[in-house]
């Protein structure tokens, strides 16, 4: 069932066009289980072209759906190379979706994993990523705009950091200057977890 639904969305070839796809997803995204039912469901979201509709997924707890995907990828065993690609996927997906503060990242507790997985020194470049084409990496690196409208810029300090994808420099300069207030233990926000789950299984 779950698979018939994600063909369903997919059948356009051009991600989620109005808001009732975007619900769609966004309940699916609570059932999938396999690595490939979530690969999809991120390149929904990042094939999406109606910036509406990647609006509309964050008002739909997009991102706690995400942190979900990471808390899950925690838990995974080893670093295989299907637990690396998920990681990466999710990263891009982060950022091509309207993020324009670092509270949003705070709130739905996807900074620590931001934070922790931008320290890792198990990553490849996404050029190294089978499947990594040219269009997402110019979506991928398009800077997050902050609060005053400008594009977030890479600063001196991260330099030392040129090998690791830039998805993760862009999003961790939105956080950069509270990291250690927005860190928690992802195991503390397991009730959120729940929460999330049910509210779309009621749906």
């Known amino acids: 069932m ?5 063909e369903a969305l ?3 070839g051009e991600g989620l066009y109005d808001e009732k796809q975007v619900v769609s997803l966004c309940r699916l995204m609570v059932r999938v289980e396999t690595m490939e039912q979530k690969l999809i469901c991120l390149k929904l979201i990042q094939d999406t072209q109606n910036p509406s509709c990647l609006k509309q997924f964050l008002d739909h707890h997009g991102l706690s759906l995400l942190w979900i995907f990471m808390v899950e990828l925690s838990e995974a065993k080893g670093n295989s190379a299907n637990n690396i690609k998920l990681q990466l996927e999710i990263m891009k ?14 709130e739905s507790r996807v900074l620590t994993f931001i934070q922790r997985w931008a320290q890792t020194k198990t990553l490849p470049h996404p050029a190294e990523m089978d499947g990594y084409s040219s269009e997402n990496t110019s979506r991928a690196q398009t800077p997050l705009n902050t609060p005053d409208g400008s594009s977030t810029k890479l600063g001196p300090e991260l330099d ?19 990291l250690d207030s927005a860190l928690s233990d992802a195991s503390k926000a397991s009730d959120g977890n729940r929460s999330i789950t049910s509210s779309y299984t009621l749906l």
């Open 160 to 178: 030392g950091e040129t090998s690791k994808p830039a998805v993760y420099r862009r999003l961790k300069i939105i956080s950069e200057n509270s």
């Open 10 to 12: 997919l059948e356009n």
């Open 93 to 106: 997906t982060l950022a091509v979706l309207p993020i324009s503060t670092k509270n949003m990242l705070e």
């Open 2 to 6: 779950v698979d018939e639904e994600l």
